[in-house]
């Protein structure tokens, strides 16, 4: 399933965080991304590619800025700038187990109670196919999802060879329903 029209932008950054994971692994093959590098990579793509009245803040505190009791920050949150209504909310992980990442999903979904009109997102960066979310051919896999109020929305790919999926570079945008 792809995403809405408006959301097009959403692919197009995950797409081009696929091929700057590469490039990084590339230039520093020893090196490991941390989530914060992540992060701050994805800030920028966002805003080239979203339509012009969004404005991405990174690390919102859902207490200040949101209206959420809560000590907890969005690692992205994604407002309108005429209103100053927050559209999206997105946790970054990267590589992380399936219960690390279940997790961050099940924290959305207390937050798209509070928040039910701003999209909730989980992006997942990793340097290997997760067979949780990615099937062999790379497809988005929504079998673990069914029932779960969340699915896998897009899984974008950069890979050196076809042929070898071991080396690959993935981006996976979960929605939260």
Not at 90 to 108: A, F, M, P, T, Y
Not at 168 to 174: D, E, K, P, R, V
């Amino acid at each position: 399933m792809g995403t809405t029209k408006t959301e097009h932008w959403i692919e197009s950054a995950l797409q081009a965080m696929a091929f700057w994971m590469g490039y990084e692994k590339e230039l520093f093959p020893s090196y490991d991304l941390p989530e914060l590098a992540l992060g701050a990579e994805f800030c920028p793509l966002l805003r080239h590619f979203a339509p012009k009245e969004l404005k991405i803040k990174a690390e919102q505190n859902y207490g200040e800025h949101l209206g959420i009791k809560s000590k907890d920050r969005a690692d992205i949150a994604i407002f309108n700038k005429e209103n100053d209504n927050c559209e999206y909310i997105i946790e970054i992980k990267r590589n992380g187990s399936h219960s690390i990442i279940k997790k961050d999903i099940q924290r959305l979904q207390q937050t798209k109670k509070k928040l039910p009109n701003a999209k909730q997102y989980s992006v997942v960066f990793s340097e290997k196919r997760l067979k949780d979310f990615v099937t062999e051919d790379g497809a988005a896999n929504n079998q673990d999802a069914n029932g779960k109020n969340y699915r896998i929305r897009r899984v974008c790919k950069a890979a050196p060879s076809f042929r070898s999926a071991k080396n690959s570079f993935y981006a996976i945008l979960i929605e939260i329903l």
